[in-house]
């Protein structure tokens, strides 16, 4: 079974810090992506990387930075925390190879999520 | 711009019964997914449906897809509680002209609740 791990399930921070989110995948996939969910907003794309140090921006970047220095590794950073930033985070995974699909589609295999609290 | 929606959006029903919930989607595609929430949990993969006519079933769960229509559906059969969750479809969105980047677009999600 695909694995994707968050490294956190909840945080608490307060306005101005800086923020990292982990995430790790264990099937040797492409591309890796994070969410932001809301209620009434749904799913949200923040940025997704389909290649080791690649990175495409997703509909709200604005506030976020990403980094993807390993394969299976995709880190989304917040500069500095703020209230607005209070969210449920997702992190995704997809295998996308020759003949498979677009770079930025596919089956995505989601982690448990990250509830972030930002005071 | 491809948009996603789901009808209903909120579907209260027994146990026991019947129900299909809708995706319609706006653009071309021929990939299209359905995930699973459970509350305060992440999401799921339930099924993929990669072409016209596709058909796929796991338990009471039964998903469609009809490309020149652009819908999927979602069938539930003799609904059990455990099905409570929030369903969400999903469909790649590729850019041909490459002026933006291919991603997954989500719906907005059905919130389903089945009562004893």
């Known amino acids: 079974d695909v694995k994707v791990t968050q490294s956190s399930r909840y945080l608490v921070k307060r306005t101005g810090e800086k923020v990292f989110l982990e995430c790790v995948q264990d099937?040797?996939?492409?591309?890796m992506f994070w969410y932001r969910q809301d209620p009434g907003l749904g799913l949200r794309l923040i940025y997704f990387?389909?290649?080791?140090?690649?990175?495409e921006k997703g509909d709200i970047p604005e506030g976020y930075s990403v980094s993807r220095e390993k394969k299976e590794r995709f880190s989304l950073i917040l500069e500095s925390a703020s209230t607005n930033q209070t969210s449920m985070y997702l992190c995704?995974?997809?295998?996308?190879?020759?003949?498979?699909?677009?770079?930025?589609?596919?089956?995505?295999?989601f982690g448990e999520g990250s509830r972030l609290t930002v005071l | 711009e491809l948009k996603v929606e789901q009808n209903p959006l909120f579907l209260s029903m027994q146990e026991g019964k019947n129900y299909t919930i809708y995706c319609n989607y706006s653009?071309?595609?021929?990939?299209l997914y359905w995930y699973r929430q459970d509350p305060g949990k992440s999401l799921e993969s339930l099924f993929v449906l990669l072409s016209n006519g596709a058909v796929k079933q796991e338990g009471r769960l039964m998903a469609s897809l009809d490309t020149k229509a652009r819908l999927s559906t979602l069938h539930i059969t003799a609904a059990v509680h455990d099905l409570s969750a929030t369903y969400f479809c999903a469909v790649d969105e590729v850019d041909f002209m490459k002026t933006s980047y291919d991603k997954v677009i989500f719906g907005p999600g059905t919130s389903l609740s089945v009562i004893p």
């Open positions: 990387s389909y290649d080791v140090k690649m990175k």
């Open positions: 099937m040797d996939h492409e591309n």
């Open positions: 653009t071309t595609s021929d990939r």
């Open positions: 995704a995974s997809t295998f996308m190879g020759p003949g498979q699909g677009a770079p930025g589609t596919g089956e995505l295999f």
